[in-house]
């Protein structure tokens, strides 16, 4: 016992407890029950090794030192159990009984005695550390207690002082365990609740145990539910406070009633009380900085008070609005922890100690809190925030940012647009074109950003070049609806914002003018422009349909740009041909009806016309000489207001077009459009915008004016059974098409979709492909996803078996490439495999399985980036097994050619497998698992092969199978036994019946009874039928084994092999031969499968079957045949398996086209199993065929890319075969540089700088003049452009077509766009080269290092260079003002050696200037799209670059010099290129940058090999130039936080990251 300092024992004293729960209930089944409880802990203390958590926890509760230690700081506190008693049961005292109760009370002892007391208090106990948890458990709760007890609260900071002196609290675990305690306390007030805040303190108190540190409860949830203040259970009883008159500098008015008054006085108490609390936890955490704390707990403190400084003014919830605004304002409590908080945030945030990093900050909500105190403390710290923020701005935007644009020579979304989506959600989802996300993550998109831009900025200037390059280069409607918003006058008042990346309608407006001036000028240099008009209406008539055009604000601003300062540029009519195109939509319509300025409007649009001469031998010329009376008469019929003052003149020359309507038609309801010379064409033009529905007649007369046959041969029709069937005309030219009015096309389309989904008469092919060119012409404005479309036209349409076999047709082979233009193809995608689903299990529907079957292959090979294969995202998908193993190969191409765009899509791709392999028993071969991507390899590697289960069933069944099969295909076989075969065999061994008809085959397939088989399997279901392929060639595999071991001949074997296998598919044509060669391909793992393939493939029967195809088919551009099409019959096209019972016709479909597809894949495979001969051979017999395949050229692409590094160069030359070479833009020098003869000589720096600028001209979007001066930039550019090409194509006959500039879409299907197709050749073009990627990476690194001078001696050796102007608006001032400082030496001062310069920069019609950040630019994008193999090259190069720059390694500069040479080597290279002062680090960091930008967030986690090569970092200038390089990777490595990590450990001895990043921010 040890004698208190006011004579007592404190053993002997009676136990105390604390106000808010400490006192033991004393109801009799509570005290039994602690009763029970200490017997069980006295227990477990004689048996310690049973001891559980639990147990602990108990112990430390009712420990014998807990009432003593309670004792003790009572005593120190000045409390007594019979005070708390009193006081317990009083309401708060006014001042009178305060002092009165204070006299009476006994003084405390000294505070000097408390550390004395204390040991001697420990000394008596043994186990320490359960001393230390009851410590500080029974502090935590006084603290609590006494937040509002001034000489208590000072005891407590004295205590908790004094014992972190003696190293007596661990910190670590006292601090997040009293920030929880406050969290919970400060709930329970908030919800009034008394209970709770007494189970609180008393379960905190009694257990003795700290609770865990757990996520901070958001103060916003604050809200009071009782109008009765809470404070009197929770309060320190006794506590000499302050009445609330005292406490609150609010008088409490003399208005309403005294129960609101109350309210409010309670709601004020409690804020107080929650102040008290707040302040005193902020001491206490001044005082434990003073001690070494973990991260973990500054992370803890830090997240806690930042919480409470951000939602500081949520206390006030409960007073009603009124009572806020007008009373209601910080207090002196509120100030005083909110000073304290901020005292502690500076600590932490300390760049000496750096115990949180200040970025932490920054990146918080802090700085944009709503509604911010009037305090100077608290606004000084948000300052800094911003202060810091723009700092760090500066080290984390790309260089030449403002350049960063879409090019639209990728498919690919912007990983930040598809944050935590999937499924539908992303479908729909809008994506940002140009407002990226800050630098700190934040978005900076969305329709109030969008509005705010203010026009001549350099953002409106950045908006415009995006759109400018849209309407240039069109891309997919999809992109389009994503970022269009509606003209605020079409939209409804209550509409929201939309909070996607948005352009404004004026944005749209400007952009689109820019592009007519700009046509117009070309039209003016006599350049042939039309293709560019056809292709520009369609999507201007797409904006003016939709709304995004404010069309009466359109012409007044077209007015005013064409008879202002471009008034000269005037001189044709196409401005009134394109506003004819549109004056039929409904919104154009009304502003011309209704609206109050109609008249001007009219007169405004009328004052487009332009008299001029036609050619009456140019269809454009002749309609644009009677395009103003279309005009006239739309606007004549449109209203009579306006009547007055049309043109009586045009309106007169309209009888000329009816005039020519009569004579031509002369009574005849059709005409002969297959021999129409120019001037009827250009006439008819002009007729589809006065006359569009004679004119849509007419053409659907045409192509029924052949007449109806009633039968087709060979058509599997019954005796009584007729359908009608148009026979055959030619379909209309693409070159007359391509003049209707787009209105003509829309009745026209829809016309068509009503005669071949629901009419009578089976349509004849000349139909369909007509509808198809019209599809394909007009892109956007006749785009409909064909499933949805006719479905809600007429709900019946796709029940009819003729309508959804026909539209399979059309979009397996003539819309394919426009749904993966459009972005549809996933969503076809899963609808078709719905469709499909659903007839896998039923009985003889194999054709239109079939073909959807295969339409689903060419969709998952046509995808570029990553997909989900689901809807939902969520379950097993409705592949068939044959679909299952296709994605797998699929997403293996994506990965490793294209990456992954997004990390959610990482995160996503385990269940995505999951999805697949759920219904899939394949597994795949060693030899295809090693060139997969690692994160598939890694995931499928384990996955057991089920084809040795497959061969123990079936040697289970084989006896029974093979009685089953005598029975069946004998000879002599009954047929009824076939009926009773398909009704009661096992569906287990339905699977076995090719295998078993395999076995009796014996070498002699003539020996079984082919009919039987035929009707059996013709019976089946389609995936009973896919079920017996694949396990026919497991047995067909299995027997070849046992048959080479009995000593077989495997010439032999094979031969019976081919033997048995062509008489499934040619000679009675049993099974479809696609899925046949699928199946064998997939189990490569045995020798024989491969052989068995080429034998099918090199065939004669197959050859003939292609070679006939080919004829029919005629050239594989269907839209540019004339003649009429060949029906082929139905059993000759499809086989007698597929067209068993089928009565309707083909169209495109055969199976050959079938295999168009599987041959890829079978190529692939043979790579994959080093045949390369064989694939050789496949590639040489089939690469005329391939030429129809509808993705022939990304197939090249993508298999050079996906074997990048094992191709020989004779492969690789077979490969581009493929592609017909004429019609794709290689480069001149190509050919020769592939053909080499040497093939380790690195073709001249000048072929990759040729490279570069064809990405530059034609894929960069190109750079503008500001707004003011208008588009001349653009035109002068694009004039330098189409120039150049022309003189190309004129020196080179034979790329005549590849130079044309811009083409249609029909002329682009794979891939798309022209942007794609200049990206994607010249990444064929690199990965075709006999080199390495290291060469490669080399050159164009030295081509980006030495770009200026280069420039620079190019540009001075041609003056007055054609369409070159003055400097652009769109590149910044330099701030470097032309000097030449002393770090001269930084800039690359001569070009490399093999650039050829001369006429370089009029080949692109920029300045030196402007060319050299766009190549830097082009580099950047072409690099992004190689496989990563280049990208480890580039690390490299780029680390070398920077370690080599003479002023890093020289170590007798001084820190200032360095300073400024890395301050001078980072500009950006747009300011540097106005001065010539382009340093090899700007413009390596700059090409990094653009480089990162382009990058799928996949292929990031390779970033970080820069810093590895950049290591060791021995100064601070190397660690600026590494974070200058990383700064703006790190908000998109944000959701990667393995890569994040990796990133940010810049340091080889694990030094503080955060601290150097200080440094950084604060340069």
């Known amino acids: 016992m040890f004698r208190t300092p006011g004579g007592g024992n404190v053993s002997n004293q009676t136990p105390t407890t604390s106000d808010s729960g400490m006192m033991m209930d004393q109801n009799t089944a509570h005290h039994q029950q602690l009763q029970q409880q200490q017997q069980m802990q006295n227990g477990q203390r004689n048996n310690p090794s049973s001891s559980s958590t639990s147990a602990t926890s108990r112990a430390l509760q009712f420990h014998p030192a807990r009432p003593a230690i309670v004792d003790l700081f009572n005593l120190y506190l000045g409390r007594t159990a019979q005070q708390k008693s009193d006081e317990s049961a009083r309401e708060p005292p006014n001042k009178t009984q305060k002092r009165i109760s204070a006299l009476n009370r006994d003084l405390p002892p000294r505070n000097e005695q408390f550390l004395l007391d204390f040991e001697q208090l420990l000394s008596q106990f043994q186990d320490q550390d359960q001393l230390r948890a009851l410590t500080e458990s029974t502090l935590i709760s006084l603290v609590i207690q006494c937040r509002s007890h001034a000489p208590r609260a000072e005891f407590l900071l004295f205590a908790l002082h004094s014992l972190s002196s003696i190293s007596y609290i661990n910190w670590d675990t006292f601090l997040p365990s009293l920030l929880s305690s406050v969290s919970s306390v400060e709930v329970s007030i908030s919800q009034g609740s008394q209970s709770g805040a007494t189970v609180s303190s008393a379960t905190l108190t009694q257990s003795g145990v700290l609770p865990p540190s757990s996520t901070v409860t958001n103060p916003t949830n604050f809200q009071s539910s009782s109008p009765a203040s809470p404070l009197p259970s929770v309060h320190c009883i006794g506590s000499p406070a302050q009445s609330v008159a005292e406490q609150s500098p609010m008088k409490s008015p003399d208005v309403g009633g005294g129960q609101q008054s109350n309210s409010r006085i309670n709601l004020i108490t409690r804020d107080n009380s929650m102040s008290n609390l707040r302040h005193l936890c902020c001491k206490i955490i001044l005082i434990s900085l003073k001690f070494n704390l973990k991260p973990s707990t500054h992370a803890d403190v830090f997240s806690h008070l930042l919480n409470w400084i951000i939602n500081w003014d949520q206390k006030q919830q409960g007073i009603d609005e009124f009572d806020s605004a007008r009373y209601w304002k910080p207090d002196k409590a509120l100030i005083e922890w909110l000073h304290s908080c901020l005292d502690v945030i500076w600590l932490l945030v300390e760049d000496d100690k750096c115990r949180i990093p200040f970025y932490e900050l920054v990146r918080s909500n802090l700085q944009v809190i709503e509604n911010i105190p009037d305090d100077e403390a608290l606004f000084t710290l948000i300052l800094e925030i911003h202060k810091r923020r723009d700092m760090m701005a500066m080290h984390m935007q790309m260089l030449d940012q403002h350049l960063h644009c879409p090019t639209f020579g990728t498919p690919r979304l912007f990983p930040q647009a598809m944050n935590n989506m999937s499924g539908e959600a992303a479908t729909h989802m809008r994506y940002p074109p140009i407002t990226y996300p800050s630098v700190l993550g934040e978005p900076l998109h969305g329709e109030d950003i969008a509005v705010s831009i203010q026009r001549g900025t350099l953002d409106w200037e950045r908006a415009l070049r995006c759109i400018r390059h849209a309407l240039r280069n069109t891309p997919s409607l999809d992109w389009w609806k994503r970022v269009l918003l509606l003209a605020p006058c079409y939209r409804l008042p209550a509409q929201a914002p939309t909070p996607g990346a948005v352009f404004t309608a004026e944005m749209i407006s400007e952009a689109t003018i820019d592009r007519i001036a700009e046509l117009l000028k070309l039209t003016n240099s006599e350049i042939n422009c039309w293709q560019e008009w056809l292709t520009f209406s369609d999507v201007f008539f797409f904006l003016a349909k939709n709304g995004c055009l404010d069309f009466v604000d359109f012409v007044d601003k077209l007015v005013s740009r064409l008879q202002g300062g471009d008034q000269h540029i005037l001189r044709t009519n196409h401005v009134t041909w394109l506003l004819t195109q549109i004056i039929r939509v409904e919104l154009v319509m009304n502003a011309l009806n209704s609206d109050s300025r109609k008249v001007e409007i009219t007169r405004k649009i009328l004052s487009f016309h332009k008299e001029a001469s036609s050619d009456p031998n140019n269809p454009q010329s002749i309609l644009l000489d009677f395009v103003s009376s279309c005009q006239n008469l739309r606007i004549w019929s449109l209203n009579t207001s306006t009547r007055e003052y049309l043109n009586n003149e045009q309106l007169q020359k309209g009888k000329q077009i009816d005039e020519w309507w009569r004579q031509t038609t002369k009574g005849e309801r059709t005409l002969d459009y297959m021999n129409m010379d120019d001037r009827s064409i250009g006439m008819f033009w002009v007729v589809s915008y006065t006359m569009a529905q004679p004119a849509c007649e007419s053409v659907m007369n045409y192509l029924a004016s052949a007449g109806v046959t009633e039968l087709l041969p060979g058509s599997n029709l019954q005796a009584n059974e007729r359908i009608a069937v148009m026979r055959e005309v030619s379909p209309l030219p693409i070159s007359l098409l391509s003049g209707f009015s787009i209105n003509l096309c829309l009745k026209l389309t829809f016309q068509m979709e009503e005669s071949m989904f629901n009419g009578q ?490 490279l570069l600028l064809g990405l530059a001209n034609h894929v960069i979007p190109p750079l503008s003049n500001s707004s003011k001066l208008g588009p001349a930039g653009d035109v002068s550019i694009s004039s330098a452009r189409m120039q150049h090409n022309k003189t190309q194509a004129a020196a080179q006959p034979g790329q005549t077509n590849a130079s044309e500039g811009q083409k249609a879409f029909y002329q682009i299907q794979d891939p798309g766009t022209y942007t794609q197709l200049i990206l994607e050749t010249a990444v064929i073009e690199i990965l075709s080269l006999p080199i390495s990627a290291s060469q490669v990476v080399s050159s164009l690194v030295q081509i980006v290092v030495h770009i200026q001078p280069t420039l620079v001696q190019s540009s001075n050796g041609v003056h007055g260079a054609p369409g070159v102007g003055g400097q652009s608006s769109v590149l910044p001032t330099s701030p470097s003002g032309g000097s030449n400082d002393s770090f001269g030496p930084t800039r690359t001062s001569s070009s490399p050696s093999g650039m050829n310069t001369s006429n370089f920069i009029w080949r692109s019609g920029y300045t030196c200037q402007q060319l050299s950040c766009l190549l830097i630019q082009a580099c950047g994008l072409l690099l992004a799209q190689l496989p990563p193999e280049f990208h480890v090259q580039l690390y490299m190069e780029a680390a070398r670059v920077v370690k080599e720059c003479w002023w890093l390694t020289d170590g007798k500069r001084s820190a200032s010099e360095l300073e400024s040479a890395v301050s001078y080597a980072l500009l950006d290279p747009t300011w540097a290129a106005q001065d010539n002062t382009s340093t090899a680090i700007g413009n390596v960091v700059a090409l990094l940058h653009s480089f990162f930008s382009n990058l799928p967030q996949e292929w990031l986690e390779g970033t970080h090999l820069i810093i590895k090569h950049l290591r060791p970092v021995t100064s601070i200038a190397v660690l600026r130039i590494a974070f200058r390089i990383m700064g703006p990777l790190l908000p998109r490595l944000a959701n990667a936080h393995p890569l994040f990590n990796i990133v940010t450990a810049v340091n080889d001895n694990g030094g503080c990251f955060w601290q150097e990043f200080s440094t950084i921010s604060s340069c």
């Open 761 to 1250: 008469v089976i349509p004849n092919i000349a139909m369909v492909e007509t509808y198809c060119r019209l599809l394909l012409i007009v892109p956007h404005s006749l785009f409909r996803p064909h499933l949805t479309h006719l479905s809600q036209r007429n709900t019946a349409t796709l029940t009819k078996p003729g309508a959804s076999i026909l539209l399979f047709e059309i979009l397996n082979y003539r819309l394919l490439s426009l749904y993966r233009y459009q972005g549809k193809s996933k969503n076809l995608m899963y609808d078709i495999t719905k469709m499909i689903s659903s007839l896998k299990g039923k009985r003889g529907d194999h054709r239109i399985f079939r073909l959807g079957e295969n339409l689903c292959m060419n969709l998952l090979l046509s995808l570029k980036e990553f997909f989900l294969v689901k809807r939902e995202g969520k379950g097993p998908t409705d592949f068939t097994e044959t679909l299952n193993r296709i994605a797998i190969t699929s997403l293996a191409i994506i990965i490793k050619t294209r990456g992954i765009t997004d990390f959610d899509h990482l995160l996503y791709l385990p269940t995505m497998l999951e999805q697949i392999l759920a219904t899939s028993q394949h597994a795949w071969s060693e030899k295809t698992l090693r060139y997969f991507p690692s994160v598939l390899r890694d995931a499928l590697a384990g996955r057991m092969d089920k084809r040795g289960l497959a061969i123990q069933a079936w040697q289970q069944a084989e006896t029974t199978v093979i009685n089953q099969c005598t029975q069946l295909l004998s000879p002599s076989a009954d047929p009824s036994y076939v009926v009773t075969y398909i009704s009661h065999s096992f569906p287990q061994h339905r699977q076995y019946l090719c295998a078993g008809a395999w076995v009796l085959m014996h070498g002699h397939p003539e020996s079984i009874n082919s009919a039987n088989l035929g009707r059996v399997l013709r019976e089946f279901s389609p995936e009973e039928v896919t079920a017996n392929i694949y396990t026919m060639v497991d047995v067909l595999l299995h027997h070849i084994h046992l048959e080479l071991q009995r000593g077989h001949s495997p010439q032999d074997l094979m031969l019976k092999a081919c033997a048995n296998l062509s008489f499934f598919i040619w000679t009675h044509e049993l099974l479809p031969l696609d899925i046949l060669l699928l199946a064998l391909i997939d189990r490569d793992d045995d020798p024989h499968s491969l052989r068995i393939v080429m034998s099918l493939l090199e065939s004669k029967e197959l050859q003939q079957r292609v070679k006939l195809y080919s004829m029919n088919r005629g050239q594989p551009e269907h839209w540019l045949l004339s003649g009429t099409f060949k029906r082929v019959e139905l059993q000759k096209a499809l086989g007698n398996h597929l067209s068993w019972k089928e009565r309707f016709p083909t169209f495109f479909d055969d199976i050959a086209a079938r295999l168009l597809p599987v041959i890829p894949l079978i190529i692939y495979r043979l790579i994959e199993n080093d045949a390369i001969d064989a694939a050789d051979r496949v590639l040489q017999l089939y690469n005329l065929f391939l030429h129809y395949y509808p993705l022939n050229f990304t197939f090249v692409r993508d298999i050079l890319a996906y074997f990048y590094g094992h191709l020989p160069g004779k492969l690789i030359l077979r490969i581009l075969s493929v592609l017909d070479v004429k019609k794709i833009p290689f480069s001149e020098s190509f050919p020769q540089h592939i053909n080499s003869a040497n093939a380790s000589i690195c073709p001249p720096l000048d072929y990759f700088a040729t």
